[in-house]
């Protein structure tokens, strides 16, 4: 099964990151030792032009980051015809102990990977590179997480063995089973429509204040924008899965993602991390918005992550709306 091409592409990719972020690394903690962008020494302009083939390594092993979390959910559910109890991915990343975790490292690796790339764009459009040290400290904070991402991942598709009976995602989802995912499963539908819509209006609302007006609300909107991420997870196997299944105790934030769905999970969860990974690299900025060399780029940059995140969560939102306004199923009314 680790022959997969899929599973090989995961493999080999993530082993390759690793390296990439290891050699970046090593260069980073350098660049945090002696740069010193007033010097004219040798040794300062030999980092200033490595810094050029650094940040593009570390982008372009970013990139392959982000597209890896769609392929590992792809290839975890496309794995679930391969095992007994199985019915997506749910059951998939239930064969060992490996599967959820190396998801939920995927998840935060991809929120990280995603603000330093914003962070690395802000610093390459200043002329004297301000927040180099601080992109590169991100960097060493990241990249430990994305080995442990590796090394976990590898272990969960060795450890996959076809001959193992696993959990379908309709016990794990259920509201009478026990764990992380019954639990949010229960909770009653109408309180977590107030709480979704609730933060939704307050998201858009801060957002579009800071759009307008900039200042320290910018920290608010980042905050709420980073709540409303998980609130929007919360909220779709909550009740917004109920209204695309159109069933009363389906839960699974899982077989959205199948064909018999059109895919539209796929949709979903782009639109949630994008709008998570906009919402957060404002808040990852707003300290630097007053650096001489940063004040005549930063407001555009916040602007643009700021619609960004807006829009998002408010597709997010509208797709959700409509399917509750005009699917047969009916839960507590709407």
Known sequence: MIFAPPILALFLGSLLIGAM?????????????????KSGSELQIILERKTYLISTIVSYAFAFQLLSLFLFIYTADDLSKF??????AAGTLKVNSYGYPALILKILNFLLAGIWLVVNHT???ARDYPLIEKKYMLLLLITPLILAETAIQGMFFLEL???????CCGSLFSVEAAGVGSSLASFPSIPMKIVFYGFLAATLASGFYFYRNTGIAGYIFSLLGTCMFIVSITALISFISLYFYELPTHH??????QKEYGYIGYVLYALLLTGAVSGMAVGALMPFRTVKSLETIMPSIMSRL???????????AAIATYQIIFSHFRLEGY
């Open 83 to 88: 095992f007994v109890g199985a019915m997506c």
């Open 252 to 257: 699974c934030p899982f077989c959205i993602l």
């Open 306 to 316: 700021t619609l960004a995140s807006m829009i998002s969560y408010a597709l997010f």
């Open 123 to 125: 610093d390459n459009r």
């Open 161 to 167: 063995h076809p001959n193992v009976i696993t959990s």
């Open 21 to 37: 972020l290891l050699y970046a690394s090593v260069y980073g903690i350098q660049v945090l030792k002696k740069w010193d962008i």
